[in-house]
């Protein structure tokens, strides 16, 4: 059974870092395009960053620049992570990791909570 775990987020001041940590178990993950999404109350999920199993990598607009996806595949990890820097108050969400989108979703997580607030 494929397992989804996100951690990693909090109450941080803008301007500020987190890094995003998904733990998958229950899949074959090292062949996997995975991604980063985040979810506002009452708003649809939207997709914040993708990476394939080489590697390369795509963000939305809004976080081009300031987030980093990987991941670690070595010594079965499963690991994907998202490195936020220059925080805004508009990315304050819950934040989750699941398969790319051209692919069919895993069951979501619970994912990790990120406030962005001074």
């Known amino acids: 059974q494929v397992q989804l775990v996100e951690s990693g987020g909090g109450l941080v001041q803008p301007g500020g870092s987190l890094r995003l940590t998904c733990a998958a178990s229950?899949?074959?993950?090292?062949?996997?395009?995975m991604a980063w999404y985040r979810q506002v109350p009452g708003k649809q999920r939207e997709l914040v960053a993708t990476?394939?199993?080489?590697?390369?990598?795509?963000?939305a607009d809004s976080v081009k620049g300031r987030f980093t996806i990987s991941r670690d595949n070595a010594n079965a990890k499963n690991t994907v992570y998202l490195q936020m820097n220059s925080l805004k108050p508009e990315d304050t969400a819950v934040y989750y990791c699941?398969?790319?989108?051209?692919?069919?979703?895993?069951?979501w997580g619970q994912g990790t909570q990120v406030t962005v607030s001074s």
């Open positions: 229950g899949i074959i993950f090292r062949s996997l395009s």
């Open positions: 699941n398969r790319d989108p051209v692919y069919a979703r895993f069951a």
């Open positions: 990476i394939t199993s080489g590697g390369q990598t795509t963000y």
